[in-house]
């Protein structure tokens, strides 16, 4: 059974750093066409964050450029998003999906808010 679970979040202030994490059960990682990461905050719809794809290409929104940046661990079969400079418009429940055959497999959420 293929799942993804999320790990990391937490409470941070402005400007601070956190690091997310991917774990990727009954297949590895870099099996994924795509691995990444998408938002949900509160009254918003999710949104598209971070990818990495198979050949080890990324994508990023806009508003995250240069602050975040998402990677693939192959041994420990985790993808990570390094987030710094954190901002209170990060606060969201972030998603991560795994992309293999047009189906995304999503975890549950871990949630990030940024506060003084």
């Known amino acids: 059974q293929v799942q993804v679970v999320e790990s990391g979040g937490g409470l941070v202030q402005p400007g601070g750093s956190l690091t997310l994490s991917c774990a990727a059960s009954?297949?590895?990682?870099?099996?994924?066409?795509?691995v990444g990461w998408y938002r949900q905050a509160p009254g918003k719809q999710r949104e598209f964050v971070a990818t990495i794809y198979f050949g080890g290409t990324t994508n990023y929104t806009d508003s995250v450029n240069g602050r975040f940046t998402i990677s693939r661990d192959n041994v420990k079969n985790i993808v990570s998003l390094q987030m710094n400079n954190l901002k209170p418009e990060d606060t969201a429940v972030y998603y991560c999906y795994g992309e293999m055959a047009i189906r995304k497999y999503w975890g549950q959420g871990t949630q990030v808010t940024v506060s003084p």
């Open positions: 009954g297949i590895l990682v870099s099996r994924f066409y795509a």
